[in-house]
């Protein structure tokens, strides 16, 4: 190893070892799924159940609806959510003064820095029925009576996806804005001078020079097709709107969690892991066979 690459190793160590610790180490705990695990026992005293729980949670039909909630959600993201930074960045790049463009980033980056536990609360201040501004917004200017937009099955999911993307568009745009500046400034140079105009730039320049950005954020995307933030879900949900709102993480919390069933709940996250996979996989083949790219 040559001596200039040992400080490299150096920093790289703490990464790996915490990737070792939190990511791999805890693959040996996928077992519980096949036992009628015991914490007093251990998972090497726990009695063997073989596919036990997962017959029992794939016949169960309350997990098939927290599965078409989950799938309902990420889908809804997927369309509204994933292209929402590629257009920011688009338009935020078009910016011609720097100080402008700076005042802009940085207050769509602030969202991202803030935890969940927070951003909970601003969401359901805004939308309270008695202090939120928009209730107070729409009796003023249309006289409608005060919504309770927190417990109607109807709202919530509008609610979870625009709050996702106000959370995250300005960090997500990251990727795209350095993807743009990393495009041969020429080529716009020469297509003014072929008569193009801004949207012709953006569509036959710009948007080709983000192709492998986009690409592999999408393949990383389709692949937690069946996963789903915990955090967000769990501090803006309630009783009321279970029914369109609770999804895998948030039904194995209650099962892990309030009700102690340890097995059944590694069980549906080995299932919900391999599933995944298996998307990321199609989702990356596809990929190659159709924009020519992929991850490996």
Known sequence: MPSRDIPIYILLAPAVILLLIFHYLPIYGIVMGFQNYSPFKGISGSDWVGILHFKEFLTDPSYWKVMKNTIIINIYSLIFGFPAPIIFALFL?????????KIVQTISYLPYFISWVVAAGLVMSILSPVTGIINIALNKLFGIEPIYFMVKKEYFRAILITSGVWKGIGMSS???????????????????????????????????GLTSIITVLLILQIGSLLSI???????????????????????????????????????IGLTQSTVNFILLYIANRTARKLAGWSMW
């Open 229 to 267: 933030g915990f955090e967000q879900i769990f501090l803006l949900y309630n009783p009321m709107v279970y029914e369109v709102a609770d999804v895998i993480s948030t039904y194995t919390y209650r099962l892990g969690i309030e009700e102690t069933q340890f097995s059944l709940t590694t069980a």
């Open 174 to 208: 990251v990727y795209y804005l350095a993807a743009i500046s990393s495009i041969d400034p020429t080529l716009y140079e020469a297509a003014t001078i072929d008569g193009a105009n801004k949207w012709q730039q953006t569509w036959h320049i710009t948007l080709p």
């Open 93 to 101: 790049n078009e910016v011609t003064r720097m100080k402008y463009k």
